[in-house]
């Protein structure tokens, strides 16, 4: 991981140069993963506040001392009980502030209102319109996080047997993962066996894995707070026509629309390309979610892959291609890798076989 920058500056300076078009004097930053990408600093209680002139990281007592050492020139700024955010902005004489109106809560939300003396404004996307585009470092920690989801998968194909349960198989996923070298999770893995294959988000559960079962294994990971994000599917014992079939149709489907993602793509074209071929072969309403998503810090970020999207494609994306089809009572199949769009196409993340792998 040495041989990028863990912080590349830059951020803090194009995240300012968006203040005006807000209308506001000075951006409050909130979320978490906006503060870590704006100063590569992790607390429970953090803000960011962006002005310009003066740029600030603010936190209390138990981080005061690691947010000085920030890498991206943010003035720490001690806060308390009695001293607040909103003293400090008070103090500054700042006279209209854009907030993240999807990160605050309506608490937060009514103190600003009674302390704040200056206008609020929206400070819409401002920091995740910067995370869209993944620069080497992020691009880095991505590869390496979904390079320990393969690991994981060659290794679950060993491990799974029959009669163990979905909640065994999600324990022996995370350890191997953790042992493997991942920080922690991205998510709760998603280990669903024969008719829960076609809950999408099913959670493990004490059901015994049987003969005749599709297995899906939906994980990911973090590397340096970057998630991977993958999904194939096992079969314990021979498949029937019918599970043959809909595991070629969801195969198709993923390999086209990969092949679809290129630089200048609209995102609601790639979303098309797996979505006409599952309704070509029947199976159209069985695949209700969106073909994908943006991965970074968050699992889920922009750009989204579905019929709604607006983005088109744009290099140092990284986003997932995950269509499915989910026959309720049956079964179901998911196939999903994390490709990072490049000028000149794409890079697939995740190198594990997707062909029919039966166990
Ligand atoms: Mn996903």
Request: proline fraction near 3%; aromatic fraction near 10%.
């Amino acid at each position: 991981m040495n041989s990028v920058d863990r912080y590349l500056p830059g951020r803090v300076e194009r995240a300012v140069s968006g203040i005006e078009d807000l209308g506001a004097e000075a951006v409050l930053i909130s979320k978490q993963e906006n503060v870590i990408y704006l100063s590569d600093f992790k607390s429970s209680n953090c803000f960011v506040l962006l002005t310009g002139k003066e740029n600030y990281i603010i936190t209390d007592f138990r981080y005061i001392e690691a947010a000085g050492n920030n890498k991206a020139g943010l003035t720490p700024v001690l806060i308390d009980r009695v001293f607040t955010v909103f003293d400090f902005i008070n103090k500054l004489g700042i006279k209209s502030l854009a907030v993240e109106e999807d990160d605050i809560s309506y608490n937060f939300y009514k103190m600003m209102c009674s302390k704040f003396k200056g206008i609020l404004k929206s400070a819409d996307g401002l920091v995740e319109k910067l995370r869209i585009i993944k620069d080497e470092y992020e691009m880095e920690c991505l590869r390496k996080a979904e390079a320990i989801g393969d690991l994981a998968f060659t290794h679950l194909q060993g491990y799974v047997k029959a009669g163990m349960t979905e909640k065994e198989v999600a324990f022996e996923l995370e350890y191997f993962m953790r042992t493997n070298g991942a920080d922690c999770l991205s998510f709760d893995s998603i280990v669903v066996s024969g008719s829960r294959s076609s809950l999408p988000h099913g959670m493990p559960s004490d059901k015994k894995i049987e003969q005749g079962d599709f297995i899906t294994l939906d994980y990911g990971c973090k590397i340096g707070g970057y998630c991977s994000d993958m999904t194939r599917n096992l079969l314990l014992g021979e498949p029937t026509k019918e599970q043959e079939d809909v595991y070629n149709i969801v195969k198709e489907a993923q390999q086209k629309s990969l092949e679809a993602v290129f630089t200048g793509k609209s995102v609601v074209d790639i979303d098309m390309t797996a979505r006409d071929i599952i309704k070509y072969y029947g199976y159209g309403e069985y695949f209700g979610h969106g073909l994908g998503h943006g991965v970074g810090l968050e699992i889920h970020e922009a750009p989204t892959l579905g019929p709604k999207g607006t983005e088109t494609l744009s290099p140092g994306m990284a986003v997932t291609i995950e269509p499915g089809i989910y026959l309720p009572g049956k079964f179901g199949v998911r196939i999903e890798d994390l490709v990072l769009v490049t000028e000149s196409g794409y890079e697939v993340l995740s190198s594990s076989n997707k062909d029919l792998i039966i166990i």
